[in-house]
């Protein structure tokens, strides 16, 4: 499974910024796909994951501000986001997870940069 992401970039605070992710290759295998983030010198959190029934999760901090979306026939999951805040900086990746009954196979993508900055 390949990940192909864009839509990262610079947005000023309370702008706007949408993520696409797009999965190539075994895609068939895949469970679910979402969105994680790394800031400088924290650990990569979650973001955001929707599964290919449609069921979403985010974490506390981005709800009420980004929507996750997907495509199942195309393999893509969106990321919006909206109302940006600096502490939304951070290299943003993409996700893909193969669910077994005892272990789960993860891809990931290249990393796009998103800054909240004025």
């Known amino acids: 499974v390949q990940l192909q992401a864009s839509g990262g970039g610079l947005v000023q605070p309370g702008g706007s910024l949408r993520l696409s992710c797009a999965a190539s290759?075994?895609?068939?295998?895949?469970?679910?796909m979402g969105w994680y983030r790394q800031a400088p010198g924290k650990q990569r959190e979650l973001v955001a994951t929707?599964?290919?029934?449609?069921?979403?999760n985010y974490a506390d901090s981005v709800k009420g501000r980004f929507t996750i979306s997907g495509d199942n026939a195309k393999m893509t999951v969106y990321l919006q986001m909206n109302s940006l805040e600096p502490e939304d900086t951070a290299v943003y990746y993409c996700n893909a997870r193969e669910l077994y009954a005892r272990y789960q196979n993860d891809y990931w993508g290249q990393g796009t940069q998103v800054t909240v900055s004025s």
């Open positions: 929707r599964t290919n029934g449609g069921s979403t």
């Open positions: 290759g075994n895609v068939w295998s895949i469970n679910l």
